[in-house]
């Protein structure tokens, strides 16, 4: 079912490039410069599953892995109303009875593993990092891969759809309530050792997704044994990408270089 009848539309908002009204989710390849590492990550923007973020938290972020050696997979993602969103009528969090985006999430890194010799890439390095609602897509996407959301079409979705390293940059739609650590049910049941390894960072001012949504994922993956790397600064807000501010967070790609090659990915 189409995530809306609307047509898709791309449009400027503020200084960032949207997309709303996707119904026909696609991939973007984009081959490393300079030495490969083997490795690719698919990434997935932000836009509170009611639109996505494609500049900012889409094709700025391919700039920086592909100037790092690594294969980057821009998924265009099926929205809206395709994962966990605020509702303004009913002023509550309301889940779609099929989690569309998911379904993309799991099919993209199935198809980067069926094409891993054609792309040069490593099919044991194949990792994700979304942001905002992205991740919460990188969350679900680490956890649900036991089980398709959709029902298989060929032969792609034989490859696992499980990333071997995932990083969550300022994640929504974690923790259940305000001040609680509690996960939201939906990762937490199906958080196991076999969770891939995990970045995290998310801002305590953070007003749009609190710092208890990468707080609650952390404990979970802590308490599971699952290797968990957690950052967190008091200022620094939400949705700034890798646009400099005045923030020590605009040193995250740093961080996320050295975890990768503490992982032997790069």
């Known amino acids: 079912m189409p995530a809306s009848m609307a047509p898709e539309m791309m449009r400027t908002d503020g200084n960032v490039v949207v997309v709303e009204n996707v119904s026909r989710p696609t991939m973007t390849v984009y081959a490393p410069k300079g030495p490969n590492t ?8 932000g836009g509170g599953y009611k639109i996505l973020a494609m500049d900012l938290e889409g094709t700025e972020i391919c ?19 395709s994962g966990p969103y605020w509702d303004g009528l009913c002023h509550c969090h309301v889940v779609p009875p099929v989690p569309m985006a998911l379904q993309d999430a799991q099919r993209a890194v199935s198809l980067v593993r069926h094409h891993a010799a054609e792309w040069q890439v490593d099919p044991h390095k194949i ?9 919460h897509m990188v969350a679900a996407v680490s ?8 029902t298989a079409v060929d032969a792609a979705d034989m490859e696992s759809s499980r990333p ?29 050792r076999d969770t891939p390894p995990t970045f995290l960072l998310q801002n305590e001012d953070d007003h749009v997704d609190r710092v208890e949504d990468a707080l609650s994922y952390y ?9 968990v790397e957690l950052h967190s600064y008091a200022l620094g807000g939400h949705a700034f ?12 790609p740093r961080l996320v270089e050295t975890w990768l090659h503490g992982l032997g990915i790069i």
């Open 219 to 227: 404990m979970a993956l802590k308490k599971a044994g699952v290797p």
């Open 63 to 81: 700039d920086w892995l592909t100037g790092r050696g690594i294969t980057c997979v821009l998924l265009k993602y099926r929205v809206p109303h």
């Open 143 to 150: 956890t649900h891969f036991r089980d398709r959301a959709y």
């Open 164 to 192: 071997d390293f995932a990083i969550a940059m300022y994640p929504g739609h974690l923790s259940e309530a305000e001040n609680t650590i509690a996960l939201n049910p939906d990762i937490d049941r199906h958080i196991s």
């Open 127 to 135: 990792g994700v990092i979304g942001f905002s609602a992205g991740g």
């Open 241 to 252: 990408g890798l646009r400099p501010t005045a923030s020590a967070v605009s040193a995250w």
């Open 38 to 45: 083997g490795a690719a990550v698919i990434v997935f923007p």
